[in-house]
Every structure is written in C-alpha cells, then in structure tokens.
C-alpha cells in the first residue's frame, strides 16, 4: 500500500468549478511533488516543494494552484479549467536530498479528474 | 531539450521468458536512475535504481543495466509473470531540487 494517500480518487468538475485535489505522506519527508499523467504517456512534473516551499514550477498555467500548508499536505487548487486538464494528477514525496535521499520519489495513486 | 527515451513502446513475452526494457538518456550529467512500475488505475511502483558510479545492481527477479558511453539504461525481469504486466518507466534525476524526468515507457504484456 502506498502511503502517499490522495483525495479524491475521482473528480468530475465544469470549467466554471473550483474544486481542490488534497495529498497527505507521514514519512517526514520534506520535498513534494504534483505531477500530471494524460493517458499512455509518463508522469510530467508539475511542481516541487522543498521545505513548504515552492522550489520548482514547470510553467504550469495559472488555473492550477498549488499549496503547501506543512510538511505532510500538499493540495492543488483548480480553477477555469479545461477539458484538456482532464488527466490523472499524481502526487508524490521524496526525502529532500539534504535529508540523504537517494532521489526515489514515493507517489500516490492519483486523481483522475475530468473536465467537462 | 534533454530527455529520457525508451526504444519500444510495447513488448509481448511469454510467461517464464526473460524480459528486457530499454531506455535511451541523453543528459550525460545526471547521477541517478530509476525503474518504475505503472500497473492501470495505479501511481508508479518503484522497481529498482542505480547510481551512475555503478554499471549494474541486481534485486529480486530484476537487473538495472548502465552503460555511460552509450547512455543507455536497461531493465532485465527474469522468469516473467502475468503480474509483471504493466508499463515501465526509467527516470532520470538531475539533481535539481529534486527533479526526477521520466522516458516515454515501455507497455509489457505477458501472455501465459
């Protein structure tokens, strides 16, 4: 079982919605990470936190919003979205390498969201 | 721009077969692999890793191949199973904040 849990498993949202996808790890690990998965294709990095601190954004669009309120959340807040978001957003944490982390990031199961 | 590659997207073995899985890196710098496992309606599975100052590690039923000079990456699962069915990433850490780059992936189907 994975223990990078997220919520929810599913999500159906219209453009005009403002809903929230939520992450949670207990592992003490202090890098996390939002990734976005279309079908048949690898994972494409999203966003980093290192230390609730935003370290890394991929030039996501501005409708995606991620937060960090501490060290085990991670949650990221949809707006205006598009049916071309529709995909399965992976969440996942990683011992920040100043902690000695060999790199392996830990994901969780996904939200498959669906913009209608 | 830099990318993590695999050479076929999909392979068909033969239950028992072994199976081999190819990735192609092009960032000579990067110091760190990694072989993940993606079954359907699921996150990645981390498989195996290898450093860069290493050419081969073994785990149970898998072996990560390095090759520097050519950069080239492979996944060698021995006496496949039907669970082994799944899609198969390689990632590549830059060592930037954290930055893991995953190839295109490898669909592996074990007919029994």
């Known amino acids: 079982d994975t223990e990078v849990t997220q919520t929810p498993k599913h999500l159906v949202m219209g453009m005009t919605n403002k809903k929230s996808l939520k992450c949670e790890q207990h592992m003490g690990h202090r890098a996390m990470y939002w990734y976005k998965q279309k079908a048949k294709k690898p994972p494409e990095l999203m966003f980093v936190?290192?230390?609730?601190?935003?370290?890394i954004n991929e030039s996501v669009p501005s409708r995606f919003s991620p937060e960090c309120p501490n060290s085990s959340l991670l949650n990221l807040h949809l707006h205006a979205l598009q049916p071309e978001d529709s995909a399965l957003y992976l969440c996942?944490?990683?011992?920040?390498?100043?902690?000695?982390?060999?790199?392996?990031?830990?994901f969780g199961e996904g939200s498959r969201l669906t913009v209608l | 721009g830099e990318s993590v590659g695999l050479h076929l997207p999909t392979l068909s073995v033969q239950e028992g077969d072994n199976s081999i899985i190819n990735c192609a890196y092009s960032n000579s710098a990067s110091d760190y692999f990694i072989w993940y496992k993606q079954e359907s309606g699921k996150g990645p599975q981390f498989i195996i890793d290898i450093r860069s100052n290493m050419d081969k590690r073994q785990g149970q039923r898998v072996t990560v191949l390095l090759n520097k000079t050519v950069k080239h990456l492979s996944l060698q699962i021995a006496a496949t199973q039907p669970g082994d069915s799944a899609v198969y990433f390689c990632?590549?850490?830059?060592?930037?904040?954290?930055?893991?780059?995953f190839g295109q992936g490898t669909e592996l189907s074990v007919k029994p």
């Open positions: 990632a590549e850490n830059h060592n930037q904040g954290g930055k893991l780059i």
């Open positions: 996942a944490s990683s011992p920040y390498p100043g902690q000695g982390g060999t790199g392996e990031l830990f």
């Open positions: 936190y290192s230390y609730e601190k935003l370290s």
